[in-house]
């Protein structure tokens, strides 16, 4: 693939970067530098948009220092709606064209956006960031993730997530489009980018170690993940257990005939075994009640609590035709 390496035919080209920040203000300033430094090498006009997703560090008194730049703004939510519900925000309220998703941990270097940005000019619908190596993981981090996708590639179907590609992506014009009509509370944003399809390009690289704090994925986090997943994305589980209730009734008519005819029939045995089968059974039905619940009550995916930094007022959005759905009410604070 041919990467433009002029800048005269691209210069009105408009990226939005969307930080999601979590109790990151161990790592916010050194982020912030590295990624402007990076940006500046850009032959696209941008911006940056951090997403302060109820941090209770100081975060917040950090990200208003940096948003007085005049190409940086702030989404700062209500409290902490978690990383889903935060990208969530970010597509909703970016300007941009195409959106570049990154961490503020320093585990995907900023460095690396000039070549996503190359490949997005070039043609590339989504541009997935792919860990070659994880040094800066521990060991159960890295097991804990090894497993975490092989669960989803054996359960959500053909739109499983690739290995290993994480949420440091960019997104362009068409799939982004896309992404806003969709209508989902229960997010799962790795999924649903996947299954949008579009022309997409895996780039490896090495992921770093946390330039500080603490990883807010710790293996319970991810089995939650993998399970908001399966249930938004897949009905094997669904489909694995009828199959499995056709076996087991099966069987069991055997047993009982077989015992019908010794006069040996232990009814206690069998109610046994058909509990704990009908006790999974409707684990796995509740899991997706549960989702389907969180659809039909529509309850915005966030809130919220102010809006700061930028030219907020002075830039009109190019998706102000289709405004968010998810925000009720919006401050801005200059």
């Known amino acids: 693939m041919k990467l433009p390496?002029?800048?005269?035919?691209?210069?009105a080209r408009f990226l939005s970067v969307v930080v999601c920040c979590y109790n990151e203000a161990h790592v916010l300033p050194e982020f912030h530098r590295r990624l402007m430094l990076a940006l500046h090498r850009l032959p696209v006009r941008y911006e940056v948009l951090y997403v302060n997703d109820g941090s209770v560090d100081d975060s917040l008194a950090i990200l208003e220092q940096l948003c007085r730049a005049p190409l940086v703004r702030c989404l700062n939510l209500s409290r902490n709606f978690g990383k889903e519900s935060a990208m969530a925000a970010g597509i909703d309220h970016a300007w941009g064209e195409a959106i570049l998703f990154i961490d503020a941990d320093l585990q995907d270097p900023p460095e690396l956006i000039p070549s996503m940005v190359r490949h997005w000019l070039a043609g590339c619908d989504i541009v997935n960031m792919q860990r070659?190596?994880?040094?800066?993981?521990t060991f159960g981090k890295r097991i804990s993730a090894l497993l975490y996708y092989r669960l989803l590639r054996v359960l959500v179907d053909k739109y499983a997530v690739p290995?290993?590609?994480?949420?440091?992506?960019?997104?362009g014009a068409a799939p982004l489009n896309a992404l806003r009509a969709m209508?989902?509370?229960?997010?799962?944003?790795?999924?649903?980018?996947?299954?949008?399809g579009f022309k997409t390009v895996e780039l490896p690289y090495d992921r770093m170690a946390r330039g500080g704090?603490?990883?807010?994925?710790?293996?319970?986090?991810?089995?939650?993940?993998?399970?908001e997943g399966i249930v938004a994305f897949s009905r094997k589980p669904l489909r694995w257990f009828s199959l499995l209730s056709a076996l087991v009734?099966?069987?069991?008519?055997?047993?009982?005939?077989?015992?019908?005819?010794?006069?040996?029939?232990?009814?206690?045995d069998l109610i046994l075994g058909m509990g704990a089968m009908l006790a999974l059974g409707i684990a796995l039905i509740g899991e997706y009640i549960g989702a389907t619940l969180s659809e039909v009550k529509r309850r915005p995916v966030y809130l919220l609590s102010s809006t700061f930094g930028g030219l907020a007022r002075q830039l009109k959005a190019p998706a102000e035709s289709a405004p968010p759905v998810s925000a009720l009410e919006e401050r801005e604070n200059r």
């Open 213 to 227: 704090g603490q990883s807010k994925w710790g293996p319970l986090a991810l089995v939650d993940l993998a399970i």
């Open 163 to 171: 290995q290993d590609v994480s949420d440091f992506r960019l997104i």
């Open 132 to 137: 070659h190596h994880r040094r800066g993981d």
């Open 183 to 196: 209508p989902e509370r229960a997010r799962f944003m790795k999924g649903m980018i996947n299954w949008l």
């Open 249 to 268: 009734f099966g069987l069991t008519l055997l047993y009982i005939a077989g015992q019908l005819s010794t006069g040996s029939l232990n009814a206690h």
């Open 5 to 11: 390496d002029r800048v005269d035919d691209v210069s």
